[in-house]
C-alpha cells in the first residue's frame, strides 16, 4: 500500500520507522511518503495561512499550496488515491473504515492545521478521486498530524503480513463478526499469582468452552460498564452463535 503524508511538520511522522509500521515500511508493505507543504509555497515567507473570510479568530490553510500539492502527488489524468482529510468535523473514524481502508492501494492524507484549509481544496479534489473527511472522536487536536499517525496504524496493522498473527485481529474489540460490539476483556500471562493476586481458575482449567463462555461473559461485563450505548445494542442472538462457535 502507498502512503503520501502532506504536512507542514514532516518530523510528526518519524513514529512511522518505529515497530509493526517501521517493520511493514521495511519489508516493502508500506510505501510512505512524508511531503512538506512548504514546498509548494514561493513567497519568502512560505506562506501556507492566512485570515478567514468572513472574520472570525485563527488562520486559514491557502488553497494555492494544497493545490499544488495534490496535483503533483497525484496528477489530474493519472491514476487516483483515495483523500484522508482529517478534521474534527469529519464523519467518525471506524474499525469498519479502518478495514475499508486497508483494502485501498494508495491513500493521500492533508494534514489541516489551524482553523482547516480552504474549503475550495476538498470541493475541487472530490472532482478527481474519492475524499473523506474523518473525525477521531469528539474533541479537538491542534492539526491533523496525530489523527493521521493514528489512522496509519489502525489501517496498517490491518494489512497481510504486518501483524505476526492473524487471530489477533479477528479478535480485536470492533473487529467484524460474531463480537463485533463487545469490548475485549482482560488478558494474562505467567507468573499464575503475582503480588496475590491468580489468574482466574478458568483459564488454567483447559476446558476450552467454559474458557470462550468465561472470556464473552467478561467482554459483556466490561462492554456493559465502558459502553453502555454498544451493550444496548447487543443481540442476544449473536452473543449465543458465539457461545455455539467456540
Ligand atoms: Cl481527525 N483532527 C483534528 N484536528 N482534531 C480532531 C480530529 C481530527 N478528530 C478529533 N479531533
Not at 94 to 122: H, K, N
Not at 163 to 182: K, T
Request: charged share 25%; net charge negative.
Amino acid at each position: 500500500m502507498k502512503l503520501d503524508i502532506v504536512t507542514i511538520f514532516p518530523e510528526y511522522f518519524a513514529p512511522l520507522d518505529v515497530s509493526l509500521l517501521g517493520k511493514a515500511r521495511r519489508t516493502g508493505l508500506l510505501d510512505v511518503h512524508v511531503h512538506d507543504l512548504r514546498q509548494w509555497t514561493h513567497d519568502r515567507h512560505r506562506t501556507v495561512d492566512d485570515t478567514p473570510y468572513g472574520g472570525g479568530p485563527g488562520m486559514v490553510m491557502k488553497p494555492e499550496p494544497w493545490g499544488e500539492a495534490l496535483d503533483t502527488i497525484a496528477p489530474p489524468g493519472g491514476p487516483a488515491p483515495r483523500l484522508i482529510v482529517p478534521t474534527p468535523s469529519g464523519r467518525p473514524f471506524t474499525q469498519a473504515m479502518a478495514a475499508e481502508l486497508a483494502a485501498e492501494p494508495w491513500l493521500l492524507f492533508a494534514c489541516g492545521r489551524y482553523e482547516g484549509i480552504d474549503s475550495r481544496v476538498v470541493d475541487e479534489a472530490r472532482t478527481r478521486m474519492p475524499v473523506d473527511e474523518v473525525s477521531l472522536g469528539d474533541f479537538v487536536l491542534a492539526g491533523g498530524e496525530v489523527a493521521v499517525l493514528v489512522i496509519v496504524e489502525a489501517v496498517g496493522r490491518l494489512l497481510p503480513g504486518v501483524l505476526g498473527n492473524a487471530d489477533s485481529v479477528a479478535d480485536d474489540s470492533f473487529a467484524p463478526g460474531a463480537m463485533e460490539s463487545l469490548l475485549e476483556g482482560p488478558v494474562y500471562t505467567k507468573p499464575p499469582v503475582w503480588r496475590g493476586r491468580s489468574v482466574p481458575d478458568v483459564l488454567l482449567s483447559g476446558h476450552h468452552g467454559a474458557i470462550a463462555r468465561w472470556r464473552r461473559d467478561e467482554a459483556l461485563r466490561r462492554t456493559v460498564r465502558n459502553r453502555p450505548e454498544l451493550a444496548a445494542r447487543l443481540d442476544p442472538a449473536t452473543l449465543d452463535a458465539h457461545d455455539r462457535r467456540v
